[in-house]
């Protein structure tokens, strides 16, 4: 099952909302899940596929069979049987029912052609709806991605900050002993 697209806490972090509301919807998102450690990740392909109609899944079909070599084999093996069966079979016996120049054959072409190209730029539109979406999210999930690698780098930062004055008080206590060394050294020589 797939999450929702907006999270039901996406209210601004606290102390943040004039930033908050200079955000977009996938950036408030996306802060929203980081804030909670969500995950941004969902399966587009089926979140599109489940939202389509059956008309639009026929149209889909159609595109897809439409645009393959299969289609264009098969359109051309009946254009080739047509034309040798009325010119070559039936012509002989004085019984062709599409003579040359071939109007039935054209008028055939020209309905599928203006049937089949509205079905495939209803798909292609949908298609392109489906990208959008995609790269919404790829934006989320980027930016996600972004905000959690800063947060990575305030935490190395505030390690390397903690060990360095870890390292800058045990250079001082070195000192303090060799300081004390050097008086112990120096009142024994005299």
Same mark, same amino acid.
């Given at each position: 099952?797939?999450?929702?697209?907006? #999270?039901?806490?996406?209210?601004?972090?606290?102390? @943040?909302?004039?930033?908050?509301?200079?955000?977009?919807?996938?950036?408030? &998102?996306?802060?929203?899940?980081?804030?909670?450690?969500?995950?941004? $990740? &969902?399966?587009?392909?089926?979140?599109?596929?489940?939202?389509?109609? +059956?008309?639009?899944?026929?149209?889909?079909?159609?595109?897809?069979?439409?645009?393959?070599?299969?289609?264009?084999? +098969?359109? +051309?093996?009946?254009?080739?049987?047509?034309?040798?069966?009325?010119?070559?079979?039936?012509?002989?016996?004085?019984?062709?029912?599409? #003579?040359? #120049?071939?109007?039935?054959?054209?008028?055939?072409?020209?309905? @599928?052609?203006?049937?089949?190209?509205?079905?495939?730029?209803?798909?292609?539109?949908?298609?392109?709806?489906?990208?959008?979406?995609?790269?919404?999210?790829?934006?989320?999930?980027?930016?996600?991605?972004?905000?959690?690698?800063?947060? @990575?780098?305030?935490?190395?930062?505030?390690?390397? $900050?903690?060990?360095?004055?870890?390292?800058?008080?045990?250079?001082?206590?070195?000192?303090?002993?060799?300081?004390?060394?050097?008086? &112990?050294?120096?009142?024994?020589?005299?």
């Amino acid at each position: 099952m797939t999450e929702p697209a907006h #999270p039901p806490n996406a209210q601004p972090p606290h102390g @943040l909302p004039a930033l908050w509301e200079k955000l977009t919807g996938p950036q408030r &998102r996306a802060i929203a899940r980081v804030l909670v450690s969500r995950s941004v $990740a &969902r399966d587009i392909n089926r979140e599109f596929a489940d939202t389509r109609t +059956f008309g639009e899944r026929v149209s889909d079909r159609i595109a897809s069979f439409g645009g393959s070599w299969p289609f264009i084999g +098969f359109a +051309f093996l009946a254009l080739i049987l047509w034309v040798i069966l009325n010119s070559v079979i039936l012509a002989r016996r004085g019984e062709a029912f599409d #003579p040359y #120049p071939y109007i039935l054959l054209n008028l055939i072409l020209s309905m @599928l052609a203006a049937l089949q190209a509205p079905v495939i730029m209803m798909s292609q539109n949908r298609q392109s709806a489906r990208d959008r979406l995609e790269a919404a999210h790829d934006y989320e999930v980027n930016l996600k991605a972004e905000l959690e690698i800063q947060a @990575l780098h305030e935490k190395l930062d505030a390690l390397r $900050a903690r060990d360095w004055a870890a390292l800058v008080e045990m250079q001082q206590q070195q000192i303090q002993l060799l300081q004390r060394l050097l008086e &112990r050294a120096t009142g024994e020589s005299a």
